[in-house]
Each structure stands twice: as C-alpha cells, then as structure tokens.
C-alpha cells in the first residue's frame, strides 16, 4: 500500500456501524497477546492504524511502533535496513546503522506490503523471526531482539504460496492471527462520521474560520459511492472539493469522483469504452483524455505545483511525473 498522508485519527477507527464495531473488539483481544497478526485489506483501507491500535492499547504501548512499507524498499538495501550495518561493512557504511529490527525493539515492528518482499528477503525474515535474533551486513555476532510483528498486505498470500512468490513457512508465522479490514463500501453508514471527522481536520489544517459541512446530495453521493480506494480516496475527494469549492457548504456537485481510470463515479460500474458502430454518431468515452483534463486543471488551479497538484488529484508525486511524461505535458 503507497503511503498516505491520512488525515484521520491514526490511533481509532471511525464509525459505529456494526462492522467497526467488531474490528474494535477484535482489536482489544489481539492487543492483549504477543502474537504474530496478519492484517487483510484492500489498499486505502486503514491496515497500518489497525496495526498502530494493537500496538497502542497493548503491553508495549510505551516502547516503538515502527511501520516499514516492504515495497518502498530498493532490494539491494533491504538487509541493510532490516538489519543493519557495520561501518566499513561495504562502500559507503561510513558508521554503524541500526536496523529496523533492533528500532523497534520492545515494540512492534509492522511490516506493510509484506508479499513485496523477494524471496530471499523472506528466508532472511523467518530466521530472525524463529531465533528472535539478528545480525548486522559485516558483524560477525547476532543482536538479541524484542519484537512483535504485524504485518499486512492488499494481496492473497495462499495464492502467492501456490505460484511460489511467497514462502509457505514464513506464512504460518506471520499469520498465527488473521486480521482483515472492512472496505469502506461495506460500512457505507459510517461515511457520514468519517466526513464530518476530515473536513474538520482539513478545516484546522488550512486555518479555515469555520469547518465545512456536506448537504444532504453530497452525503448521498458518498454513500452510493463505491470507493475503491477506501478511506484514503474520501480523504482526497474531500480535501479536492475543499479547495475547489466557494463557500463553506459543499454539494453533489463539488465532488469529483474517478480522478483515476481504476475508479469509478456514484452508483456505476466501469464501463468499457468500445468503438461506434458506423450509423452511431456518439463518440467513445475518453478516458485518457478525462484523465489528462484533469491533471491539467490541478496544475492549473496549484499554479503548477507539481507536489500540490498530485495532492489534489489523489495521486503520488511519482504518479504524476509518470502520466506527465505520458501526455508530454510540460
């Protein structure tokens, strides 16, 4: 899962609608055992606050959370960065490193996007796991560690298991308990909650006078509304149509849903765009040109801020470098 400047509380999960309701009480027990969790859910579906509130309400509270995206890593420094480094170990070790291991010792370590790790990162993974030991690129001693692993993925890893991209043993001890999240479209009772909770917080992080308020055509369109991309798509719809729209009241109108391809607008199912027939005179839908009007309207509107206006379209700053690229938009 791509790293999200979420808004919301990291530490609680909004909502009252039965589901929530369960994840929280589901959560309380987990957070009371030292076991391995493995946290199911779909991309955007809040995983990595899920994790941070079984760390937070159990034994180990007062010690370190540290969350590590598996993905985000470039393969060559991933045992560098799990487990450190002696100065002079190889070019460039200039001192000793700590590894994320031994960070997170007394606490927990999340491993995110765990099914991203190359196979022999995972041998490596099992072995410190299974001795609760490791040992640093150039030491020749192990360091004892303390850690509880939670770990996550958007990603079906009995699947994986059988197409050989993920370890069959590393699975069991990972996954002593499985945990997965609800996608947003499955608490859709809870969307008026969670919308009040962001626009107050986009209101006190852009100094605003007064929090914005969703009318009654608005809150319907987010509830009919799919959401693909979950909790972390509402924030950026939300905060999108903060910046766009005049006035405090926000309408059906100011939300701009399907910023990307993959997503789709209220109450719909993705339509596949297929060429007219010859005595049709209606055009296929334009996806690519949808998708590069809207990339041009937020520079538009951030005066060509590359960094604010991959903000506002909901995408990563390497995202729009890339669809920037592809449209030879300068």
């Known amino acids: ?48 606050r899920v994790a941070r509130m079984i760390h937070e309400q159990g034994s180990r509270c007062n010690a370190s959370f540290i969350p590590v995206n598996c993905g985000a890593i470039p393969a060559e420094l991933m045992e560098s960065e799990f487990f450190g480094h002696i100065k002079g170990s190889f070019t460039g070790a200039n001192s000793d490193k700590e590894g994320l291991f031994q960070a997170a010792n ?43 692993i939670l770990s996550a993925s958007h990603k079906n890893l009995a699947i994986l298991i059988k197409e050989g991209h993920f370890r069959e043993d590393l699975y069991y001890r990972i996954n002593v308990i499985e945990l997965t999240v609800p996608p947003l479209r499955e608490r859709s009772d809870d969307i008026p909650l969670l919308a009040k909770q962001i626009l107050e917080q986009l209101a006190h992080k852009t100094e605003r006078k007064s929090t914005p308020q969703l009318d009654s055509s608005a809150t319907n369109a987010l509830q009919q509304y799919s959401f693909p991309g979950n909790v972390r798509e509402l924030e950026n719809i939300l905060e999108r149509a903060l910046a766009l729209a005049e006035g405090d009241m ?48 937020a520079l538009e509107q951030t005066r060509w801020n590359k960094t604010a206006a991959a903000k506002l379209l909901g995408l990563s700053l390497r995202q729009l470098r890339y669809r920037l690229e592809k449209y030879q938009i300068e």
């Open 1 to 48: 899962e791509e790293p999200s400047g979420d808004i919301t509380s990291k530490t609680s999960i909004t909502g009252q609608s039965p589901v929530v309701n369960a994840l929280s009480k589901k959560i309380a027990k987990l957070a009371r055992s030292q076991a391995p969790v493995f946290i199911h859910g779909e991309s955007g579906s809040g995983k990595e």
């Open 106 to 148: 007394g606490g927990t370590l999340f491993l995110d996007e765990i099914a991203e790790l190359p196979l022999h990162m995972q041998v490596k993974l099992l072995r410190v796991i299974q001795e609760k030991a490791v040992k640093p690129v150039g030491a020749q001693r192990e360091i004892p560690v303390d850690v509880r």
């Open 250 to 297: 926000l309408y059906e109108s100011d939300l701009r849903f399907g910023a990307s391809p993959q997503q789709q607008t209220p109450s719909t199912q993705p339509q596949i765009a297929t060429p007219a027939p010859a005595d049709n005179t209606v055009k296929p839908f334009d996806l690519v040109g949808q998708e590069k009007n809207s990339i041009m309207h």
